[in-house]
């Protein structure tokens, strides 16, 4: 039937807007919580608020939790700490 069971979208670097989200209704969308090309480690708050956000706008059953991108190009302990950040904001939401 055409439809794309899931799309990954960058979402941390420049958040998206609203109007965009309710767009993918048959879709799980695969968000980008965390920056990938900034070394500046988000918190969990920080996180957790825009993810809080993305689910007014989507059930939780559509919303899928990721970086923007891959991580290789950070070092391996801030891409970690990027990596349980993220968890850690989505265990609490």
Partial sequence: DGVVDQISIEDAHRHNPDRLF???????LIVGFVRIASSRLE???????????VLTLLPPERVMA?????LGFLG?????????NLTAAAASV
């Fill in 66 to 70: 990721a970086p923007d991108c891959g």
């Fill in 43 to 53: 918190g969990v708050d920080e996180i957790r608020r825009r993810m809080e956000k």
């Fill in 22 to 28: 309710p767009l993918f209704e048959r879709s799980t």
């Fill in 76 to 84: 391996r302990d801030l891409a970690m700490a990027k990596l349980t």
